[in-house]
């Protein structure tokens, strides 16, 4: 039982990504279903599948302004895949059937099912629902044959080609088909935000993740190929920058099982509809053995000439060298789970992910305060797994109530709190592009994190110097139940890269040399 029925659809959230099974939360009328809106809406806009059930005012007083009545169907409309109001208990059944079909069908996504309170307590003589039978709802899996060959006679001419894996490869599991494709053919594979994970990044063909605060050599990449294959991605805006002027030297293949997202944002030459797992099972079969050994080599010297990823040698305890020191500490074998801002930027840079689906962010949505809940229903979905939640200090404190749900529930999840007294990503905006003209960016009233975990029973560490870091994670590490890890880091680190909204990779701003250079 949630703090805050935010929470509910959050945790939800992140039971369905580590799973691959819809998500449920329940809430009352009202507030109790509005509070629920965040966390739909960030499971819409990242292809999560949910089912929410919301209680209503019995149905003779929908309507009449009821004590808690509020229109939630209306209210989700834009952000659900679909929703239902269920006027008879004889419906229910089929409803919540239907519902679980179409969220994690097709492109997933939440359903929404508003049930009166009347409905909820009529009795009436149980039915199994039968088959599915939704006409106008028949999403296509298996690709245009013809527009695979077109893929495959692209992919066969390219001297330069490059792999873009999106989240869609993770929602169909094309893990190993994904692999297949990049060692057949030898093309370097670069996710996306939400792709992270999809791809081992310990494999020689693993090239980053690109756009506004991706790696600079990625970026590159992108723009010097001659053929993108974008898989389960939908060309948003952090990633295409100035749409007109995106990888202008390039053809592109774009797979994905939403047609909508086709030519959306980005022209392809070769569209194909279909779920990345089929499409890529037949697209293997007409790909040829290739070796673009320049194309490798050009890309390992981007990565030369741009080192994004470079640590400054410095005394002060930076949130990256956390991060870093967190995956090797854990080997890269954790599920992370992060909040939205900085952090969540230094996370996806600096933590080399091995495994399928063990990245979770709120990617379109940019849901601040993810990072608790969302902890939560991955621990629950997946309780084997060591599941760290990387928050920034602001994020954290949007839904800290759920550490009490955490402590009922004996959840070992590991917060590490990257704490700069900041909404750091703001502060850093503000600082590059408004002179320094700092306006509601700083925490003066943080609590003592420490204190307040031991308030909730659960174990807190604090750490301000960089010497503490290894000791701390292994400390928490080593203990059976939740902890609470305050690092105190250097209040106004920026994130480098980066690319100014609605520009290109040539308007990249890098690490300045005033920066890299610290005491």
Known sequence: MTRHEQGASLAADGYARVTGRPGVAFATSGPGATNLVTGIASAQMDSVPLVIVTGQVNSWTIGSDAFQETDITGITLPVTKHNFLVMDAAEIAS???????????????????????????????????????????????????????????????????????????????????????????????????????????????????????????SSFAIEESDLVIALGMRFDDRITGNPAKFATNSKKIHVDVDPSEIGKN???????????????????????????????????????????????????????????????????NATIVTGVGQHQMWAAQHYRFKNPSTFLTSGGSGTMGYE??????????????????????????????????????????????????????????????????YVSTSYTGNPDFVRLAESYGIKGIRVTDKSQVKSAISEAMEHDGPVVVDFIVEQEENVYPMIPSGMTVYDMIEEPVSEKVTS
Request: hydrophobic content about 40%; charged content about 20%; proline content about 7%.
């Open 95 to 217: 409803a919540i059937k239907e519902a679980f079909y179409i969220a994690n069908s097709g492109r997933p996504g939440p359903v929404l099912v508003d049930i009166p309170r009347n409905v909820f307590v009529q009795e009436v003589e149980y039915e199994e629902p039968g088959e599915m039978n939704l006409p106008g709802y028949s999403p296509n899996f298996s690709g245009h044959s013809g527009q695979i060959k077109k893929a495959a006679d692209l992919i066969n001419e390219s001297v330069k080609p490059v792999i873009i894996a999106g989240h869609g490869v993770i929602i169909s599991k094309a893990y190993e088909e994904l692999k297949v494709l990049a060692e057949k053919a030898q093309i370097p594979v670069i996710t996306t935000l939400l792709g992270i994970s999809c791809f081992p990044e310990d494999h020689v063909l693993w090239s980053g993740w690109p756009g506004m605060h991706g790696m600079a050599h």
């Open 266 to 332: 980005i022209s392809v030459e070769v569209p194909i509809v279909g779920d990345v797992k089929e499409v890529l099972g037949r697209l293997n079969q007409q790909v040829l053995p290739g070796t673009h050994t320049d194309w490798l080599k050009r890309i390992e010297s981007l990565k030369e000439d741009h080192p994004s990823l470079d640590i400054p040698e410095t005394t002060k305890l930076l949130a990256r060298q956390v991060i870093k020191d967190l995956s090797d500490e854990t080997r890269g």
């Open 372 to 437: 608790v809940p969302a902890a939560m229903g991955a621990q629950v979905g997946n309780p084997e797994s060591t599941v760290w939640s990387i928050a920034g200090d602001g994020g954290f404190q949007m839904t800290l109530c759920e550490l009490a749900t955490i402590a009922e529930n004996r959840l070992p999840i590991k917060f590490a709190i990257l704490n700069n007294n900041f909404l750091g990503m703001v502060r850093q905006w503000q600082e590059i592009f408004f002179d320094s003209s």
